[in-house]
C-alpha cells in the first residue's frame, strides 16, 4: 500500500479490483476486498430506504445505520455496512447527533498497537464491533477499561454498502 500507485487485488487466481491504494481501501467493491485489505467492520442488514444522496438499512446487529452512499439496491435487499474502525468514534456517552450509527457496549478486548489502540467492543446481542483510537497522551491507564460500558459511533460518510 505504501509503495504502489495502482494495486491489482486478486482472489482465487481472478482480478476483483484495481485501483490506487486509497480507492482500493476506502472503496472496496466487495465484502472480501474489504477484509483482505486492513481491518474492517462488517455489518450486515435489509435496506429499508434508499436515494441519490443515502441509504438507511437495518441490521440485527447494530440497529438503523444511514450510509452516505447511493445504491442499485431494492428495499428488502441485504447489504452490508463496511466501516473501518478508524472511522468508528468511542466515548463514554452517546453522541447528541442521531440515534443512527450509535451502539452501547463492554469493551471485551484492548489491542494496543503504540500509536494507536483497537477496542473490540460487544453489544449487547453479542456482536463485536471494532474502534481505533489514537494514543494522543503518555498514559498509564487507558481512557477506557475492560469491562466498561462505552458507545460506538460513526458518520454517514464513514462506511461504504456492498452488495457481494
Not at 466501516?83 to 451502539?103: D, F, L, T, Y
Not at 464491533?129 to 454517514?156: H, I, Y
Request: charged share 20%; net charge neutral.
Amino acid at each position: 500500500m505504501t509503495v504502489a500507485d495502482r494495486i491489482g487485488v486478486m482472489n482465487l487466481g481472478r482480478l476483483v479490483q484495481v485501483g490506487s491504494p486509497p480507492e482500493i481501501y476506502e472503496q472496496p467493491n466487495s465484502r472480501w476486498v474489504a477484509d483482505f485489505i486492513g481491518d474492517v467492520n462488517l455489518i450486515e442488514g435489509r435496506l429499508i430506504a434508499a436515494g441519490p444522496s443515502g441509504s438507511v438499512i437495518m441490521s440485527a446487529s447494530a440497529g438503523r445505520l444511514e450510509i452516505a452512499a447511493a445504491t442499485q439496491a431494492r428495499a428488502g435487499d441485504t447489504l452490508f455496512a463496511a466501516i473501518r474502525p478508524e472511522k468508528v468514534r468511542i466515548s463514554h456517552a452517546p453522541g447528541a447527533e442521531s440515534a443512527a450509527n450509535c451502539v452501547a457496549g463492554r469493551v471485551w478486548d484492548i489491542g494496543y498497537l503504540g500509536d494507536v489502540s483497537i477496542y473490540k467492543v460487544r453489544l449487547e446481542n453479542g456482536f463485536i464491533l471494532k474502534a481505533a483510537a489514537a494514543n494522543l497522551a503518555r498514559l498509564v491507564e487507558r481512557p477506557f477499561g475492560l469491562d466498561e460500558q462505552v458507545w460506538l459511533s460513526w458518520t454517514p460518510n464513514a462506511g461504504v454498502l456492498l452488495a457481494r
